[in-house]
Each structure stands twice: as structure tokens, then as C-alpha cells.
């Protein structure tokens, strides 16, 4: 009933930079600042996705930068030594690296980011190859949907397909997109299934209902 839900080739960004094993530290370091990101995906072979190696893989060396004697110290927390004597991506990533596939879909995405505590995954195609990076905020982008083509989708694929007219009559608006029913239906049993239906809309917010039983229909 729904129309196809977006999906992370839809949004994800697809010129990327990445490393391999053997790049250097400071090469990883220029790479973050000239991209303005924050992690990098390290690829081998065609672009095989094996790891990933971020902002926090590199700050080890410069705290033990600041106290040479660190490592033999008990710190707390304990300064990473083997993150800290890395020189190459490869010694640095983390692996295996969290991905995620460009035919899943942004809730997918969404949810794989917050399980996983990441800011940005790469993306890769069925064979692992890398095809790109989503980040947080291109998972967001659906949140700038117009109100009034959400309003569409749901008059049309939920609306009335649930509480069709006549006898029902249901009134549909969105603000900010959170979207509103009010009206009189024949099977007010069914509200539950159109909230849960409206939330899945991609745009939406939150949903409130003000709809009645219409007795007339009875």
C-alpha cells in the first residue's frame, strides 16, 4: 500500500575518500582535515571495505604524545599503547568495520549508526566493495520533507484506504511534520493501524488523532 521507502544509495555521498592498510598517519590526518570529516573507511584489493579508522583511533598518540611515561603509569582511563605506536591505518582501524549495504533503508541506516555509536558508515555494495559514506546527517534529510507531500501520501495510501469516504470522513494536515486526522469513522479499531502506518511516512514526525466513531454508519 505504501509507496518504497528511501534507501541509503538515495542519499549517501558517493565521491569518498578512503586509505589502505599501509597509509600513513599523517597522510590520515590531511586526508580528515582536507574532507572535513571525521572518519575514513580502509579498503584493500578492488575496494574491499576492511576497517575504519577515525578521529579516535589517532588521539592515543598525541596523549601519549603529551606524557611520554603514560604507558607505564596507571591511568584513568588507560591511554590505548598500541593505537598510540601506530604509524599506518592498517595498525590503526578499527575492524571488522561497521557497514552497511546501499539497498537498506535509512531506517536501517539509522538504526545501525545508533547501535553502533558512529557518526558515518561506509557503504558497500553486494560484493563489499566500497559504493560510498552515509552520515547522520544525510539519514536526516527525510526529516525536510514538505509537509504537504506527506500530507498527499497519507490521503491517498492510508486515509483513504482505511476510512474511505463514504461514510468516513477524515480530514488530514501536517505542520512541521507532524501529522493530524480528525473527522468521523465507521471503525475507530483501525486508529491504531493508521498511526502506525503514518509513522512510517518518510518525514513524519509524530501523529495525533481527534477522530470519532460515527454511529450514523451503524
Known amino acids: 500500500m505504501l509507496g518504497t521507502a528511501r534507501i541509503v544509495s538515495d542519499v549517501m555521498t ?42 579516535a583511533d589517532l588521539l592515543p598518540k598525541e596523549e601519549l604524545r603529551d606524557d611520554p611515561d ?10 590505548d599503547v598500541a593505537k598510540a605506536a601506530a604509524l599506518t591505518a592498517g595498525d590503526l582501524m578499527s575492524s571488522p568495520a561497521v557497514t552497511v549495504r546501499a539497498a537498506a533503508t535509512l531506517a536501517e541506516a539509522a538504526r545501525i549508526m545508533a547501535r553502533e555509536g558512529v557518526k558515518r558508515l561506509p557503504v558497500v555494495d553486494e ?5 560510498g559514506v552515509v552520515s547522520r546527517a544525510d ?28 461514510p468516513s470522513t477524515v480530514r488530514v494536515e501536517v505542520h512541521d ?13 483501525l486508529v491504531p493501524v493508521a498511526a502506525r502506518l503514518v509513522r ?5 514526525v509524530d501523529v495525533a488523532f481527534d477522530l470519532a466513531h460515527d454511529s450514523r454508519t451503524q
Do not use: H, N
Request: net charge negative; with cysteine.
Open 14 to 55: 558517493r565521491t569518498v575518500a578512503a586509505v589502505g592498510r599501509r597509509a600513513p598517519f599523517k597522510e590520515i590526518v590531511q586526508l580528515m582535515q582536507d574532507w572535513r570529516i571525521s572518519a575514513l573507511p580502509v579498503i584493500e584489493g578492488e575496494g574491499r571495505v576492511v576497517g575504519v579508522v577515525s578521529e
Open 70 to 79: 603514560a604507558c607505564c603509569l596507571e591511568l584513568r582511563p588507560p591511554v
Open 127 to 131: 560484493g563489499g566493495l566500497l559504493a
Open 139 to 166: 539519514v536526516l534529510k527525510v526529516f525536510l520533507r514538505d509537509d504537504e507531500d506527506i500530507a498527499e501520501e497519507v490521503r491517498l495510501e492510508i486515509a483513504s484506504y482505511l476510512f474511505p469516504p463514504p
Open 177 to 189: 511534520g507532524v501529522v493530524t486526522l480528525t473527522g468521523r469513522v465507521r471503525d475507530t479499531s
Open 200 to 204: 512510517s511516512v518518510e518525514g513524519v
